[in-house]
């Protein structure tokens, strides 16, 4: 079967440093797209992974290891507007069809 | 700016009634998707369509049916409105190109009582 793991909910300060994991076990991939989605709107994209290594955007960097079906999302120097769920997704092969994580609600505390 | 729309924002229907979601987007994409989204699930693949007038289930599609009659738009159906359809339903669109992401409509809670 397909599956995406990962964290229900993390609590983080503002100004700090936070990664968000997430765990995939899949019949194939072919890439991993992290969105983010603020409460009661829609899901906006943040990255997209398809080869090992780190892809940094500015505060958001996104990580993935295809060997250890692995990817983490880190955010820096968090701020209160990145009070938000945050959705890991894999795409398994190429009719870009999206198996999504449960998503992991972030909080920003002062 | 890319957009995705939904018809209606918050809908509430009884059991039993045939319901329409509109989704248009103004991209020109190929692919358009209808999830639904539920507390602790994540979002599920009801259908999708690569193309006009071409549909494929996707892991849910019982008790929904879907229209691609224009590129641009893509209709999600509840042929006979049941209480366990009570969600968020998302409408998304990507283009044809294989490292590009899906642009989301606003969604619209849908409650059937």
């Known amino acids: 079967g397909q599956n995406i793991d990962q964290p229900t909910e993390m609590t983080a300060t503002e100004g700090a440093i936070v990664q968000i994991n997430c765990t995939y076990q899949t019949s194939g991939f072919n890439g991993l797209f992290w969105y983010q989605q603020h409460a009661g709107e829609a899901p906006t994209f943040l990255s997209y992974?398809?080869l090992d290594g780190l892809e940094e955007k500015g505060r958001f960097s996104s990580f993935l290891s295809r060997s250890k079906g692995y990817s983490y999302l880190l955010l820096k120097e968090l701020q209160m507007k990145d009070s938000a769920s945050y959705l890991c997704?894999?795409?398994?092969?190429?009719?870009?069809?999206?198996?999504w994580g449960a998503g992991t609600k972030l909080i920003i505390k002062p | 700016d890319v957009k995705v729309t939904q018809s209606s924002r918050y809908l509430v229907k009884r059991t039993g009634e045939k319901v329409f979601l509109e989704c248009v987007q103004d991209m020109d994409h190929e692919n358009m998707f209808w999830y639904r989204q539920d507390p602790g699930l994540g979002l599920r693949l009801i259908y999708f369509s690569y193309d006009v007038k071409m549909k494929e289930k996707g892991d849910i599609p019982e008790g929904y049916s879907v229209s691609r009659e224009k590129k641009e738009r893509f209709s999600l159906i509840l042929e006979s409105a049941s209480t366990n359809q009570t969600s968020m339903y998302l409408c998304?669109?990507?283009?044809?190109?294989?490292?590009?992401?899906?642009?989301f409509g606003q969604g619209t809670r849908l409650t059937v009582v």
């Open positions: 992974n398809v």
């Open positions: 998304a669109s990507s283009s044809g190109t294989e490292n590009t992401e899906a642009f």
């Open positions: 997704a894999v795409r398994v092969d190429s009719n870009y069809q999206l198996i």
